[in-house]
């Protein structure tokens, strides 16, 4: 398919995961891609190279998010490899130390702030002058800012909150320019960031999938896919909304 030729996108946090699929799906559809990482250089270089691999094109850029610059070094970086913007997906985040309320730490939630609410709002601000009009920002959220099913993942949940707020804040404002955003809020997925507990035990691995009403954990491109559609013509008329993808956890 090449739904998306001509077009150019950015995904943050694209070395592994989520991020990873992400971009592979937006270059299989014709996009060439920014792959956004923060420390996994080896990891970036294996998205661009899959992607290039699969005859797609993408670029990998650097920049650590979490640091008051992190933003104007991306976009440096950025600008000196593409023209402008048409697709933002801001999936780069961090789970931080599994802490109850009566643990929280101050050093974990500003580190928690900083990567899954500072930096999207910052990033997007910067990038709204290079974002073209009938663009598309899709922002990855949680399926735990409406069920807490891992009371341990309050400081995440509570950092990721917010996002689902300023997504249809931002879809408000950009509408006039026929820009969409959208969130998509994963439940429990294989990933690196979820190997601790996903993948240490098959009783572990099955709780989680318990959550599921499809009764089952999800992978990278089951998120991939739908970031797919929102993306794409296809989802000109949807925005500013939160989508479930994990299988149906709150049904």
Not at 70 to 85: C, N, Y
Not at 115 to 126: D, E, G, M, Q, Y
């Amino acid at each position: 398919m090449s739904t998306l030729s001509g077009k150019t996108a950015l995904v943050t946090g694209a070395s592994r995961g989520i991020g990873r699929a992400v971009a592979e799906r937006l270059a299989r559809d014709g996009a060439r891609v920014a792959v956004h990482y923060g420390q996994s250089e080896g990891g970036a270089k294996e998205t661009v190279a899959a992607i290039e691999a699969a005859g797609g094109s993408a670029f990998p850029l650097r920049a650590d998010l979490s640091t008051g610059d992190g933003t104007a070094r991306l976009w440096a970086e950025f600008d000196r490899s593409a023209g402008g913007l048409d697709i933002l997906v801001n999936n780069a985040g961090v789970v931080g130390t599994r802490q109850g309320a009566g643990a929280v730490t101050e050093e974990n939630i500003d580190h928690l702030l900083a990567v899954n609410l500072k930096a999207p709002l910052l990033l997007t601000a910067a990038g709204l002058d290079r974002l073209r009009d009938g663009g598309r920002i899709v922002n990855v959220s949680t399926v735990l800012t409406r069920r807490p099913m891992v009371t341990e993942l309050l400081p995440y949940a509570v950092s990721k909150a917010p996002l689902d707020v300023y997504t249809t804040f931002l879809a408000r404002e950009l509408a006039p320019r026929g820009i969409t955003v959208n969130a998509v809020a994963p439940g429990a997925t294989d990933t690196d960031m979820n190997a601790d507990w996903l993948r240490a035990s098959d009783e572990g691995r099955a709780a989680a999938a318990a959550f599921a009403a499809l009764g089952r954990v999800g992978e990278p491109a089951d998120i991939a896919d739908v970031v797919g559609f929102l993306v794409s013509e296809d989802a000109r008329w949807v925005t500013g909304q939160w989508l479930e993808t994990g299988g149906g956890v709150l049904l």
